[in-house]
């Protein structure tokens, strides 16, 4: 089982819409998560944080984390042509060596006029 | 500017040969990171640090070596043993010691092996 898991899409909402990502994960003690917004050939830049329980919005993002089904999501409201890009899900675990920050595999999301 | 400054941004070498790239920041942060991308895949983790003379492998650390001499500098040599090294190499770093501190990433090097 990996240990970041996101359906790959392309999932394709039209404009205005609300887009729903979501993300599992593995490993029980997984304490933070984060979601990063990448687009084609370029870096990861990140776009929400959330550490406990519940949701937690900033502008048009709203990331959901549920530890006890090992879930967490992202919406975003009113999505326009320039959220087009792929988003990965990413989960840091405290171990013995550090922070071990690890990665899904992402999912395309296309904006359609 | 405060930011992670990966170089160079593409890098062509031949096959059999050791490169190493350049990973420096300066934001202060502890920790730091190694990841590959390839096409159309996620980023997988090669090398990690907490800090300095310190670092730990991640899931794909074969045919890498790292070093942390100085808290703000991370450089990955991908050797002549990794098979398959042609990709999209990030480094990025956080403030660490807390599992509750968040990455920023380079703008990442281009490596292709002909």
């Known amino acids: 089982q990996k240990e970041v898991e996101q359906n790959s899409g392309p999932l394709s909402v039209p404009e205005g819409a609300i887009a729903s990502l979501n993300c599992t994960y593995s490993?029980?003690?997984?304490?933070?998560f984060f979601w990063y917004r990448q687009y084609s050939g370029k870096s990861p830049e990140l776009i929400m944080s959330?550490?406990?329980?519940g949701d937690k919005e900033d502008g048009r993002f709203t990331a959901q984390l549920n530890k006890a089904s090992q879930y967490v999501s992202l919406l975003i409201r009113d999505s326009q042509p320039s959220d087009s890009a792929t988003y990965l899900c990413?989960?840091?675990?405290?171990?013995?060596?550090?922070?071990?920050?690890?990665f899904g595999t992402g999912t395309q999301l296309k904006v359609e006029l | 500017d405060g930011g992670i400054t990966q170089s160079p941004k593409y890098l062509f070498r031949k096959e059999g040969q050791n490169v190493t790239l350049s990973c420096e920041q300066n934001?202060?942060?502890?920790?730091m990171y190694w990841y590959r991308q390839d096409p159309g895949q996620g980023l997988r983790l090669i090398y990690y640090?907490?800090?300095?003379?310190?670092?730990q492998k991640g899931d794909i650390a074969e045919g890498y070596s790292v070093s942390r001499e100085k808290k703000e500098s991370f450089p990955l040599t991908v050797t002549s043993a990794q098979k398959n090294p042609t990709a999209f190499y990030l480094c990025?770093?956080?403030?660490?010691?807390?599992?509750?501190?968040?990455?920023?990433f380079g703008q990442g090097t281009r490596l292709t092996v002909v």
């Open positions: 490993d029980r003690v997984s304490q933070s």
């Open positions: 640090s907490q800090i300095v003379n310190d670092f």
């Open positions: 990413a989960v840091n675990i405290l171990t013995g060596g550090g922070n071990k920050l690890t």
């Open positions: 959330i550490y406990s329980n």
């Open positions: 934001l202060n942060h502890d920790a």
């Open positions: 990025a770093s956080s403030q660490g010691f807390t599992v509750n501190t968040e990455a920023f």
